[in-house]
């Protein structure tokens, strides 16, 4: 071997040894997300449901001794931090007993919209929380049902009248304020349907019966538009975001098992658009979807291989379905269940498992360390600088 090509070795050695160094530094890398266990009100089980831009977490709990379920409202330390503090909001007179109260989704200003028993029990109504909690009414009937919220406190549910479960959007007088109106947003033909989410521009995501009395997800916009199916016969649609993309669940051709979806309209916040199915995490049984960022990205629940268990997931178009107990540190106890609300930040919550008691959690994405990035940035200058280096040397040996 001649001295020159002994010395291109040298630097093509160079190179690798700087790419295994990020190589070995990239397996070292920390989990992507850290694990937060947001407790409970003192009872044994707690779930979150939805979760707004600083972090704030709204669900439900059992409190001391399991004697009651309340809706919570969580509120980090510091705006997207992993410590904080959570809360009752109590209800709107009832006695809790059971799955009568809940908290479901909060907005940007701190407002929890969900649902109470009122005093007597009789009845149970939709709330709207901003350090009180307000009774929302009914569209007539028994009862109403809050889900989600959005950034001017518009609220989206179900309520019963004479002619069945109704969709309602509760539209407050003035932004963000207690008093305002409930309408029916009617359905696709069947004698039922429920709005589950809402985004900034008033869409309202939900579910309706049609006149075959199958049930599809919808989109409202002040017109109840039919979003389809993955071939089964029946779809829910749960999570919207501020783009118009609507995630859900659906059966799949064969009605055998349901798969969570993700539609996306041809244009932003546009009632025409394309359904796809985002699969499984390995099980033959169902899949479900819960939220989506303005990133699209997807969180919910899913069987895992050998339908052995369900998991909480998160899907990006570029990545595709991941398990979130991939995603953690696999010491940490945690097996986490149910995805249910992402923002954009990217921070999750839903329901997961740190032994035998089921508890909402709030996963923080890691950043990627500096080191790292700086490691990856530096490596052409590396190669580059060894390179004239030893070019030069070569030139003087010659």
């Not at 070795?9 to 070995?24: K, M, Q, R, Y």
């Not at 099980?283 to 050998?306: D, H, I, L, P, R």
């Not at 995603?327 to 329901?351: F, H, K, M, V």
């Amino acid at each position: 071997m001649t001295k020159y090509r002994t010395i291109d070795c040298i630097v093509l050695l160079s190179a690798l040894v700087a790419c295994s160094g990020i190589a070995n530094e990239a397996a070292a890398l920390p989990p992507a997300y850290t694990v937060t266990d947001l407790g409970t009100l003192g009872g044994s089980l707690s779930q979150g449901f939805g979760i707004n831009a600083s972090g704030q977490v709204a669900g439900w709990s059992y409190t001391i001794e399991d004697a009651a379920i309340h809706p919570f409202l969580w509120t980090p330390t510091t705006p997207g931090g992993a410590a904080g503090t959570m809360i009752d909001l109590g209800t709107l007179g009832g006695d809790t007993s059971g799955f009568g109260v809940g908290g479901w989704d909060v907005n940007d200003s701190g407002q929890v919209s969900g649902w109470s028993y009122i005093a007597g029990n009789a009845e149970i109504h939709a709330f709207l929380y901003d350090g009180t909690m307000h009774d929302l009414g009914t569209l007539g009937g028994r009862d109403s049902f809050g889900h989600g919220i959005n950034a001017s406190g518009q609220v989206t549910g179900a309520s019963f009248t004479m002619a069945g479960t109704r969709a309602f959007l509760w539209t407050p007088t003035t932004p963000n304020s207690s008093t305002g109106t409930m309408i029916d947003l009617g359905s696709l033909g069947g004698s039922g349907s429920s709005g589950w989410a809402i985004n900034a521009s008033g869409q309202v995501a939900g579910d309706s019966r049609t006149i075959s009395d199958a049930n599809h997800a919808f989109l409202y916009d002040g017109t109840m538009h039919d979003l389809g199916t993955l071939g089964g016969r029946h779809s829910y649609a749960l999570g919207i975001n501020e783009g118009g993309q609507v995630t859900g669940l659906s059966y799949v051709t064969g009605d055998a098992t349901q798969h969570a979806f993700l539609w996306t309209p041809t244009t932003p916040n546009g009632v025409s658009g394309t359904m796809i199915d985002l699969g499984t995490l390995g099980g033959t049984y169902s899949s479900y979807a819960y939220g989506v960022n303005a990133s699209g990205q997807v969180v919910g629940g899913s069987f895992t291989t050998g339908n052995a268990a369900r998991h909480a997931f998160i899907y990006s178009s570029g990545s595709g379905m991941v398990d979130l107990n991939s995603l953690i540190d696999p010491l940490s106890g945690w097996e986490l269940e149910l995805g249910t609300a992402i923002n954009d930040a990217g921070q999750i919550t839903g329901l997961g498992f740190n032994g035998s008691e089921g508890h909402a959690f709030l996963l923080t994405p890691v950043p990627e360390p500096a080191s790292l990035a700086l490691l990856a940035l530096g490596l052409p200058l590396i190669v580059w600088r060894n390179s004239r280096r030893f070019a030069d040397q070569k030139g003087t040996l010659s």
